[in-house]
């Protein structure tokens, strides 16, 4: 009898993975833990590791496929295969559901209540919709608006537990969210997705909705054109912008600023004994002014909380840096900045820019941001207009640093000038706090003592 493995809730309420590539094929024997394939979720690239021991009799999803969580992507055959039992050391495991959970994710013994909730949230989403009441709001008929919505038996709460049952509706939260507001029972929906999901397009084709123009009608490329699934980390990043662009209220300011005793700052890091070995840049020192600016105006460390109507302030600074990968943008972050120390700061730095181009960018990295810097000086570009990254009130921009003519001391000299521009979400941040925040970190790249005195 075969034992299937089941494709589990990589965390953050992921509903679906593309199966990048598989690192073993049938017949081959698995120990506890071996990497089986990698995954590609719609914020990084995880490693698989199998919590079955036994020999592979089937691979049910191929390379490139995306597949939905909860769904069987591979198959150990006969009675060797044994699946590790975590519950053996903590009695109350199978009770609470961690003795399915895949080995090293998932809820430890002292955080299972938030494993409960992230199972809970990852089954709502793909569990049948609830037939639309007149008498209730879109957001009190949301089946993530209540705890009690998402029955912890569902057959997605389980990453081995048995697979989806084709009488469910299957849907993303955003497609969900339409089909509420345009009044349509998602039920009554033929679904073209993966594995019989609903996607946009078929809510838009069932409610008479135009759909956006396809340049060609039958997805067929033509000589002069290629064409690639819209997946992965990408696919998310255009959700998010899209989403954020339209829903806060975006104001872009810009600051020049004469940055020469910065760059000779970081020439002098960079000899200095304490610094050897670590990568300094002139980012290093502006995401360091970022932080101390971002204390003295706590307002660009907030994030709007539509739901409960409140502005809720961070007391750590979470620093974002958006990355440009093979696979899109990313914007992993490091955790309480204002702790580290300038030499902590540039190994952090240089450590989640090699993870993210590798590929190896941990999922918990690219959540519980609170602020982010991008640098588009890297490709030579003088100032942008960027927009906030989804849950975070502001995103810093550095431009290139040039030599250029510049007035110094009362006289024209050729100084090392940058652009630095702020994007602020106007509901939490007035034009006079983000107006300081910018000044107070061109003040600082101006005259970078501070940074010495605080690293």
Same mark, same amino acid.
């Given at each position: 009898?075969?034992?299937?493995?089941?494709?589990?809730?990589?965390?953050?309420?992921? !509903?679906?993975?593309?199966?990048?590539?598989?690192?073993?094929? =049938?017949?081959?024997?698995?120990?506890?833990?071996?990497?089986?394939?990698?995954?590609?979720?719609?914020?990084?690239?995880?490693?698989?590791?199998?919590?079955?021991?036994?020999?592979?009799?089937?691979?049910?999803?191929?390379?490139?496929?995306?597949?939905?969580?909860?769904?069987?992507?591979?198959?150990?055959?006969?009675?060797?295969?044994?699946? &590790?039992?975590?519950?053996? !050391?903590?009695?109350?495991?199978?009770?609470?559901?961690?003795?399915?959970?895949?080995?090293?994710?998932?809820?430890?013994?002292?955080?299972?209540?938030?494993?409960?909730?992230?199972?809970?949230?990852?089954?709502?989403?793909? !569990?049948?919709?609830?037939? #639309?009441?007149?008498?209730?709001?879109?957001?009190?008929?949301?089946?993530?608006?209540?705890?009690?919505?998402?029955? #912890?038996?569902?057959?997605?709460?389980?990453?081995?537990? @048995?697979?989806?049952?084709?009488?469910?509706?299957?849907?993303?939260?955003?497609?969900?969210?339409?089909?509420?507001?345009?009044? #349509?029972? #998602?039920?009554?929906?033929?679904?073209?997705?993966?594995?019989?999901?609903?996607?946009?397009?078929?809510?838009?084709?069932?409610?008479?909705?135009?759909?956006?123009?396809?340049?060609?009608?039958?997805?067929?490329?033509?000589?002069?054109?290629?064409?690639?699934?819209?997946?992965?980390?990408?696919?998310?990043?255009?959700?998010?912008?899209?989403? @954020?662009?339209?829903?806060?209220? &975006?104001?872009?300011?810009?600051?020049?600023?004469?940055?020469?005793?910065?760059?000779?700052?970081?020439?002098?890091?960079?000899? &200095?004994?304490?610094?050897?070995?670590?990568?300094? !840049?002139?980012?290093?020192?502006?995401?360091?002014?970022?932080?101390?600016?971002?204390?003295?105006?706590?307002?660009?460390?907030?994030?709007?909380?539509?739901? =409960?109507?409140?502005?809720?302030?961070?007391?750590?600074?979470?620093?974002?840096?958006?990355?440009?990968?093979?696979?899109?943008?990313?914007?992993?972050?490091?955790?309480?900045?204002?702790?580290?120390?300038?030499?902590?700061?540039?190994?952090?730095?240089?450590?989640?820019?090699?993870?993210?181009?590798?590929?190896?960018?941990?999922?918990?990295?690219?959540?519980?941001?609170?602020?982010?810097?991008?640098?588009?000086? @890297?490709?030579?570009?003088?100032?942008?207009?960027?927009?906030?990254?989804?849950?975070?009130?502001?995103?810093?921009?550095?431009?290139?640093?040039?030599?250029?003519?510049?007035?110094?001391?009362?006289?024209?000299?050729?100084?090392?000038?940058?652009?630095?521009?702020?994007?602020?979400? &106007?509901?939490?941040?007035?034009?006079?706090?983000?107006?300081?925040?910018?000044?107070?970190?061109?003040?600082?790249?101006?005259?970078?003592?501070?940074?010495?005195?605080?690293?």
């Amino acid at each position: 009898m075969a034992t299937d493995f089941l494709l589990p809730d990589l965390g953050e309420g992921l !509903t679906d993975a593309e199966i990048v590539r598989w690192l073993v094929k =049938a017949g081959d024997e698995v120990v506890l833990n071996q990497v089986i394939c990698e995954v590609e979720t719609a914020k990084a690239l995880v490693e698989l590791p199998s919590p079955i021991i036994g020999i592979v009799s089937a691979l049910h999803v191929a390379e490139g496929e995306t597949v939905l969580v909860g769904a069987p992507i591979i198959s150990f055959g006969g009675a060797e295969a044994t699946i &590790h039992d975590p519950s053996a !050391t903590e009695p109350d495991a199978e009770e609470d559901g961690r003795s399915n959970m895949l080995v090293g994710y998932g809820p430890g013994a002292s955080d299972h209540r938030s494993g409960h909730r992230r199972q809970r949230a990852s089954a709502a989403e793909l !569990t049948p919709e609830p037939p #639309l009441s007149p008498s209730l709001s879109p957001s009190l008929s949301s089946p993530l608006s209540s705890p009690l919505s998402s029955p #912890l038996s569902s057959p997605l709460s389980s990453p081995l537990s @048995s697979p989806l049952s084709p009488s469910r509706v299957l849907a993303k939260p955003p497609v969900r969210d339409l089909a509420r507001r345009l009044g #349509l029972d #998602l039920a009554t929906v033929t679904g073209t997705g993966s594995n019989g999901a609903v996607i946009r397009s078929d809510v838009e084709a069932a409610s008479g909705s135009p759909s956006a123009p396809s340049v060609v009608s039958d997805r067929t490329a033509s000589a002069d054109e290629t064409r690639v699934p819209i997946s992965g980390v990408r696919k998310r990043t255009a959700a998010a912008m899209v989403s @954020s662009a339209f829903t806060a209220p &975006h104001v872009t300011e810009f600051v020049t600023v004469d940055v020469t005793a910065t760059v000779e700052l970081v020439d002098r890091l960079r000899a &200095h004994p304490a610094f050897e070995g670590a990568r300094v !840049t002139p980012l290093l020192l502006i995401a360091k002014a970022l932080a101390i600016a971002t204390v003295r105006y706590p307002a660009l460390n907030s994030r709007w909380d539509e739901a =409960a109507q409140e502005i809720v302030t961070y007391r750590a600074i979470n620093l974002g840096i958006a990355v440009a990968t093979p696979r899109g943008l990313m914007v992993p972050n490091i955790r309480d900045v204002n702790s580290l120390t300038l030499r902590d700061l540039a190994d952090a730095l240089s450590g989640l820019a090699t993870r993210a181009r590798d590929g190896k960018t941990a999922v918990a990295e690219l959540s519980g941001g609170t602020i982010s810097i991008t640098n588009i000086g @890297s490709f030579g570009i003088d100032s942008g207009t960027p927009i906030i990254n989804p849950g975070e009130a502001a995103i810093l921009c550095s431009g290139a640093i040039r030599r250029q003519p510049w007035e110094f001391r009362g006289e024209i000299a050729l100084r090392s000038v940058m652009t630095l521009s702020v994007s602020f979400d &106007h509901r939490l941040v007035d034009g006079a706090a983000g107006s300081a925040f910018l000044a107070e970190i061109g003040r600082i790249l101006a005259d970078p003592l501070e940074l010495i005195a605080l690293g």
